[in-house]
């Protein structure tokens, strides 16, 4: 990895993630991802998602939550000029070994079917994709 250091996701870190995910294709954001929805996200899972950061700068995120039962990784995202540098494998590896530590089996992602490039990330690290899913939803709001 280059010479960004991992740290815990804080709120103050909100801004910047959001301006990061915002640049990136493939990132989509929803009312969940307003500020206080993700301050909320980040206190009811705390310590467990992360930020990559060069020179006072976030350069990557990833959200990570759980139910007790299974795990969720959101918002992977490395800015283009760190990338192919294994932050975003760190990051990963963060959120999986704190999840694996707490006792949880399995940890799922979502992404746009026509992300290429994610899906091929995740296949790199050896991630799985599932044919057998289907996924759907219903607004609350």
Not at 60 to 83: I, S
Not at 97 to 106: F, T, V
């Amino acid at each position: 990895m280059s010479s960004a250091t991992l740290r815990t996701f804080l709120s103050s870190d909100i801004t910047a993630a959001l301006a990061l995910w915002r640049d990136l294709p493939g990132i989509g954001l929803t009312a969940a991802d307003s500020p206080p929805a993700l301050t909320l996200f980040l206190q009811r899972n705390p310590g467990l998602s992360r930020v990559a950061v060069v020179d006072g700068v976030v350069v990557g995120t990833v959200l990570c939550g759980h139910d007790g039962r299974r795990a969720f990784l959101y918002h992977l995202a490395v800015a283009p000029a760190h990338r192919h540098r294994g932050i975003g494998q760190a990051l990963v590896r963060a959120c999986t070994a704190h999840l694996q530590r707490l006792g949880l089996e399995r940890t799922t992602i979502h992404l746009f079917a026509a992300n290429d490039e994610g899906k091929a990330f995740w296949r790199d690290a050896g991630w799985r994709e599932r044919s057998d899913l289907a996924v759907l939803q219903v607004d609350l709001i």
